[in-house]
């Protein structure tokens, strides 16, 4: 099982595909197994990294404060460890603000950036009170039943219809992702999400930048994105309709070109100035 020491724990990792590195970082409570469907597209044209964060999947999960400045840490020393210097660095929700805090603290360190349904603070455009109401009902159900209501959150009920398979797989891969993390190191990660805020800062990034998500999304409201496009100087936004939070999943193909061109194009341009 592919583990390394980097920044004080052991932090599972998993690698694929051959040519330019590009970091995966997963939200909070998951796995990489969430990043199974881009990963596969993905790594036909990148070396694809991908790992648990600190308190998820198979990484240790130290019971101290955790912050998106010292995960953005853990994910520097794991690259690292397997002799990457310089990564594209795509970050999903909560790994988008790792994602974040990593290219504000180590930019030569990354290529491009991508941040997938995220936002800069908790705060600035929250999600409703009823999708806050639903998660914490969630917490009061059976395991396989608190998945569901987080998924009807999570995806379009189209996803569930179209891709029964995807979804009854993606269904065990969080059932088995809420039995690895115990209630206390979930909170640890919640508050490591919440204390977040890079709104001052978001104008210092300097890589460029692609800002995708959902129109739908109940989570990291679309205004979010919108609002960090207007802000991170060489940005691009990328809105994909009829489309709620996880799009690496539902949307893994279409995403995966959307990245794959702004990946190429941005190469070009750089190359041409």
């Known amino acids: 099982m592919p ?3 980097a920044n004080g724990i052991d932090i599972y990792y998993e690698l694929r595909g051959q040519g330019p590195p590009l970091t995966l970082i997963m939200g909070q409570s998951c796995s990489l197994h969430q990043w199974k469907w881009m990963a596969d597209i993905l790594s036909g044209r990148f070396q694809v990294i ?3 964060n600190r308190g998820a999947g ?8 955790y912050s998106t400045a010292m995960m953005a840490t853990d994910t520097r020393c794991l690259l690292e460890k397997l002799g990457i210097a310089k990564s594209h660095v795509f970050g999903v929700s909560f790994g988008g603000m790792i994602a974040q805090k990593f290219a ?3 930019p030569d360190a990354v290529d491009r950036l991508i941040l997938g349904a995220t936002m800069p603070n908790y705060y600035r455009f929250p999600p409703t009170q009823e999708t806050i109401e639903a998660l914490q009902s969630s917490a009061l159900l059976s395991l396989p039943e608190g998945v569901k209501i987080i998924m009807n959150l999570f995806y379009t009920t189209d996803f569930f219809s179209k891709h029964p398979a995807r979804a009854e797989e993606i269904h065990q891969i969080m059932c088995t992702e809420k039995e690895e993390q115990a209630q206390n190191i979930m909170y640890r990660q919640m508050g490591a999400g919440m204390e977040h805020n890079t709104l001052n800062e978001l104008n210092n990034i300097k890589n460029a930048s692609l800002i995708i998500c959902g129109d739908d999304d109940p989570i990291t409201p679309v205004e979010n994105s919108r609002y960090m496009a207007t802000k991170i100087p060489r940005s691009t936004l990328a809105v994909l309709p009829d489309t709620r939070h996880a799009f690496w999943v539902e949307r893994a193909e279409q995403a995966s070109e959307i990245i794959k061109k702004f990946l190429a194009e941005s190469s070009r341009r750089a190359h041409c100035t």
């Not at 198979?58 to 404060?65: L, Q, Y």
């Open 3 to 5: 583990t390394l020491t």
């Open 50 to 52: 991908t790992f648990d």
């Open 58 to 65: 198979r990484s240790e999960k130290p019971d101290v404060a």
């Open 104 to 106: 504000l603290m180590y």
